[in-house]
C-alpha cells in the first residue's frame, strides 16, 4: 500500500512540475520503488540510514539507466525518484522546535535531518561516480 502512495505522490509531483507523456508513469515507477526498497532494507537491517543508503544506491541506479534509454537528463529522474525519503517530518520538527524555544527537540532534529540528507547526498556520488568511471572505461577501449 505504501508503495502505491509513494508512486502516486511522484505522479502528482511529475505532473505538477510540468513533466509530460509516460516518463512520469517510469518516475512513479522509482519513486514507489524508492519507498518500497527503503521499507524492505529497513525491515531487515533495522538501520535508518543503511536503508536509505541502500535504497538511494539502487533507485539511483535504476534512474540513472532509464534516463539514458529514453534520453533524459539524469537529474531529473534522481531529483524525483528520491522524494520519498526526503527527511520532510523530522525538518518540520525541527523548525516547530526552534520556533517553540524547545532548543533539545530542534537540535536532535536537525541532527536526524543532516544524517539523512547526508546519506542520501553520499548515495548520490557514489552512483553518479561509479557510472561517470563506467563511461570513461567503455569510451577508452
Given at each position: 500500500m505504501q508503495f502505491i502512495w509513494a508512486a502516486l505522490s511522484i505522479l502528482g509531483f511529475s505532473i505538477r512540475v510540468n513533466l509530460k507523456?509516460?516518463?512520469?508513469?517510469?518516475?512513479?515507477?522509482?519513486?514507489?520503488?524508492?519507498?518500497?526498497?527503503?521499507?524492505?532494507?529497513l525491515y531487515y537491517?533495522?538501520?535508518l540510514l543503511f536503508s536509505i543508503f541502500c535504497a538511494v544506491i539502487?533507485?539511483?541506479?535504476?534512474?540513472?539507466i532509464v534516463a539514458r534509454l529514453i534520453r533524459v537528463p539524469v537529474s531529473v529522474f534522481v531529483?524525483?525518484?528520491?522524494?520519498p525519503l526526503v527527511p520532510g517530518s523530522s525538518l518540520y520538527y525541527a523548525m516547530q522546535g526552534f520556533i517553540a524555544g524547545n532548543s533539545a527537540l530542534a537540535s536532535e532534529h536537525t541532527y536526524k535531518v543532516l544524517l539523512i540528507s547526508?546519506?542520501?547526498a553520499m548515495a548520490i556520488a557514489?552512483?553518479?561516480?561509479?557510472t561517470n568511471i563506467m563511461f570513461r572505461l567503455r569510451n577508452r577501449f
Amino acid at each position: 500500500m505504501q508503495f502505491i502512495w509513494a508512486a502516486l505522490s511522484i505522479l502528482g509531483f511529475s505532473i505538477r512540475v510540468n513533466l509530460k507523456g509516460w516518463k512520469i508513469l517510469l518516475l512513479a515507477l522509482g519513486g514507489g520503488l524508492s519507498w518500497g526498497l527503503y521499507l524492505i532494507f529497513l525491515y531487515y537491517s533495522n538501520s535508518l540510514l543503511f536503508s536509505i543508503f541502500c535504497a538511494v544506491i539502487l533507485v539511483c541506479s535504476y534512474s540513472e539507466i532509464v534516463a539514458r534509454l529514453i534520453r533524459v537528463p539524469v537529474s531529473v529522474f534522481v531529483t524525483c525518484v528520491i522524494i520519498p525519503l526526503v527527511p520532510g517530518s523530522s525538518l518540520y520538527y525541527a523548525m516547530q522546535g526552534f520556533i517553540a524555544g524547545n532548543s533539545a527537540l530542534a537540535s536532535e532534529h536537525t541532527y536526524k535531518v543532516l544524517l539523512i540528507s547526508g546519506t542520501i547526498a553520499m548515495a548520490i556520488a557514489v552512483v553518479s561516480s561509479v557510472t561517470n568511471i563506467m563511461f570513461r572505461l567503455r569510451n577508452r577501449f
